[in-house]
């Protein structure tokens, strides 16, 4: 696979993780205390999210 290839496959498996995140992001809001980021992770942005209970990383 070339290079554009990877970074579209990458980009569509990110896409698809992102809108799984949403809307589990959406189902638990009640519960969140928090959202904390950490820059950069592999270049991108990774959240840590803090619930009432626990927090998920």
């Known amino acids: ?3 554009a ?3 579209a496959e990458k ?4 896409r698809i993780f992102n809108d799984h995140m949403t809307s589990y992001l959406e189902s638990i809001k009640p ?3 928090g959202i904390k980021s950490i820059e ?3 270049g991108r942005t990774l ?3 803090f619930f009432k209970q626990f927090a998920v990383y």
Do not use: L, S, Y
Request: net charge neutral; proline share 11%.
């Open 1 to 3: 696979m070339n290079r």
């Open 5 to 7: 290839g990877a970074d």
């Open 11 to 14: 980009d569509k498996v990110f």
């Open 31 to 33: 519960q969140i205390i």
């Open 40 to 42: 950069p992770f592999f």
């Open 47 to 49: 959240p840590i999210i």
